[in-house]
């Protein structure tokens, strides 16, 4: 149990547009969903928290207006790359947790490649 | 504020001996602490789980971790590696409901 779906799982686009990454909690209801990022070789860094129903809560230094967060549902929540640039080329990790018990469930992850 | 250290960004092993990934935490109060592995194009998968109940902790495909809070570290051990443990692993502190991920330890295993 305890599934955690994201699609795409990659996506290549050119710089300017926007892309929207799905993160969905295939058997569970995710009170929370966690949206986080991770360079090469590098660590998880969140971006941002979500309740189901509320305004995404974003860590210090990342654009709200440029990561835009809906969490509509218990079961999803979606991460849209607003006119994405190059260096916003990433995996871009999803995750929910169940009834607050810090216990994360991860998604596979998505990888964008914008040119 | 709470954070940690993975001490070792590459270990390698050969299959069948013993596997020690370090992790060393900062909390002001009792942590909870996880590790996860990340395999190749897969989700972080939860390896185990301490939360101020017993200091050694039994996870999956033969992991266990000891909390020790004298030395504030959390080492996930394993007694003898397969040539599938090899994989990223991230050492994890709890900040109320955030997750602060260590900068992770590659582990290889040498047939």
């Known amino acids: 149990g305890a599934v955690v779906s994201q699609h795409p799982s990659w996506v290549i686009c050119k710089s300017g547009t926007s892309v929207k990454i799905e993160c969905r909690s295939l058997d569970f209801q995710a009170t929370t969903m966690f949206w986080y990022r991770q360079f090469p070789k590098q660590s998880l860094m969140l971006m941002a928290t979500?309740?189901?129903?509320?305004?995404?809560?974003?860590e210090q230094g990342v654009e709200k207006d440029k990561f835009l967060i809906n969490h509509a549902s218990l079961t999803l929540s979606t991460l849209t790359v607003t006119s994405a640039h190059p260096e916003d080329s990433s995996f871009y990790i999803c995750?929910?947790?169940?009834?607050?018990?810090?216990?994360?469930?991860f998604g596979p992850g998505t990888r964008l490649l914008v040119l | 504020a709470q954070s940690v250290t993975q001490l070792d960004s590459h270990v390698s092993v050969s299959e069948g001996t013993p596997v020690l990934l370090r992790c060393n935490y900062s909390s002001s109060y009792s942590p909870s602490l996880f590790w996860y592995v990340q395999h190749p194009n897969k989700g972080l998968q939860l390896l185990l789980k301490y939360t101020s109940a017993a200091t050694l902790v039994k996870g999956i495909n033969g992991f266990e971790a000891e909390f020790k809070k004298s030395e504030t570290s959390f080492h996930l051990t394993k007694p003898s590696a397969h040539m599938s443990d090899a994989a990223e692993y991230f050492c994890v502190v709890s900040n109320t409901d955030k997750l602060i991920f260590g900068t992770g330890t590659r582990l290889q295993v040498f047939p």
């Open positions: 995750s929910g947790d169940r009834d607050r018990k810090e216990t994360q469930y």
């Open positions: 979500s309740n189901e129903g509320s305004k995404a809560t974003y």
